[in-house]
């Protein structure tokens, strides 16, 4: 259903500018901000950064809740990370706002190049974009914690992303082996309770009390990114060449141990699973 006076955005309105390479330089740095609609039908602003010279990307939204959602993609450690600033509710006794940062493995078919990503341009600021396809929700286990202390080793962006969350920054057991075998020193993580421990925790939804622990779940959702490129066929051209970008919209669920149920206070009903 459209809007009144809300454009429709087109695809061939976004494009990457491969025409011009000369102006936009080597290691190009660039920001583009969008209009896009939320899961619940919602618009706000997105601010997408792409860094050509540190292969990163990153993305943030800020949800009708006040909620500040970010994304980091660095492609140079195969890792991303994501990032919630909760606004907290002073009647209920937390503090201004929570942060959480979940921190997994980069595939890199999951986004689209950085140095595409600096390229992209938009034709319309005004019109209101919509992913093209919606990826399946995914849920995450996160039984490990980073130390922020040596998170450098992991990532260098980790420590400007999760400053305000040097207490609660998650992984899991299987990207831990993975980032071990790449050589990443084991002294960036720590263990949680073991997940055969962690089993028998309730979750955080059915806990009374607010100094128990729990298994606490927290879902994000990135309305809309650029996840593929696209590739156009010309006569005049032997081979396809890059013509703009697919976008989509991805939901993640993640669960982790929290030492009292006063760290989760939005996980308010219990759940299934």
Not at 97 to 110: D, I, K, S
Not at 169 to 176: A, C, N, S
Request: net charge negative; aromatic share 8%; hydrophobic share 40%.
């Amino acid at each position: 259903m459209r809007l009144p006076g809300v454009p429709l955005a087109r695809p061939a309105l976004l494009l990457l500018l491969l025409l011009f390479p000369a102006l936009l330089g080597t290691g190009a740095s660039a920001e583009l901000r969008v209009r896009v609609r939320l899961p619940d039908g919602q618009v706000t602003e997105e601010s997408l950064q792409a860094d050509s010279d540190a292969d990163s990307i990153s993305l943030e939204l800020r949800k009708p809740d006040g909620t500040l959602v970010s994304f980091t993609a660095d492609f140079k450690k195969d890792v991303k990370i994501f990032r919630a600033l909760i606004l907290g509710e002073l009647e209920k006794g937390q503090s201004q706002f929570q942060a959480l940062c979940f921190v997994t493995q980069l595939q890199h078919n999951e986004i689209i190049p950085s140095e595409a990503m600096a390229k992209l341009r938009q034709k319309n600021p005004r019109a209101v974009r919509q992913a093209e396809e919606v990826r399946g929700l995914e849920h995450l286990h996160m039984d490990v914690a980073v130390n922020f202390s040596q998170g450098a080793l992991l990532s260098p962006h980790l420590h400007n992303v999760c400053a305000e969350a040097v207490d609660a920054i998650y992984t899991r057991q299987e990207d831990v082996r993975f980032w071990l075998e790449q050589g990443v020193d084991s002294s960036v993580f720590e263990a949680l309770p073991k997940a055969s421990e962690q089993a028998e925790l309730p979750r955080c939804g059915q806990v009374g009390e607010r100094g128990q622990p729990c298994v606490c779940r927290y879902g994000l959702s990135l309305a809309w990114y650029p996840c593929m490129l696209k590739y156009c066929h010309s006569r005049d051209r032997p081979t396809p060449y890059k013509c703009g970008i697919r976008s989509c919209q991805k939901s993640y669920s993640f669960d982790f141990y929290v030492p009292h149920r006063q760290l989760c206070l939005w996980d308010e009903d219990p759940y299934p699973g």
